[in-house]
């Protein structure tokens, strides 16, 4: 059973810094990356950062320079590191495999900067 439980996430001014982590498990051993979604609101989810197996990582171009997404050796856990955070930055933000298991989103964590 797949189980994604995100944390870390809070209120920060602009310019801050915050660093989430997901405590992933039952991860198929097929999924070859994992990744941070966020969804602000009245907003579609979105893909802010993808880590692969090798460790190959991608990010969006509106958090790239600012956001590092690290995971350990098993996928137990997948950390987004925040800095340099903007108002536009608030959201729900959720970890899951890319493409994402759809069935097992987790409740995801709140992340609000204010300016």
């Known amino acids: 059973q797949v189980q994604l439980v995100e944390s870390g996430g809070g209120l920060v001014q602009a310019g801050g810094s915050l660093r989430l982590s997901c405590a992933a498990s039952?991860?198929?051993?097929?999924?070859?990356?994992m990744g941070w979604y966020r969804q602000a609101p009245g907003k579609q989810r979105e893909l802010v950062a993808g880590?692969?197996?090798?460790?190959?990582?991608n990010y969006a171009d509106s958090v790239k320079g600012r956001f590092t997404i690290s995971r350990d050796g098993a996928w137990s856990t997948v950390y987004l590191q925040m800095n340099s955070l903007k108002p536009e930055d608030t959201a729900v933000y959720y970890c899951?495999?890319?493409?994402?298991?759809?069935?097992?989103w987790g409740q995801g964590t709140q992340v609000t900067v204010s300016s």
């Open positions: 899951n495999a890319v493409p994402p298991l759809v069935t097992y």
């Open positions: 880590v692969s197996r090798g460790g190959t990582t």
């Open positions: 039952g991860i198929p051993f097929s999924i070859n990356t």
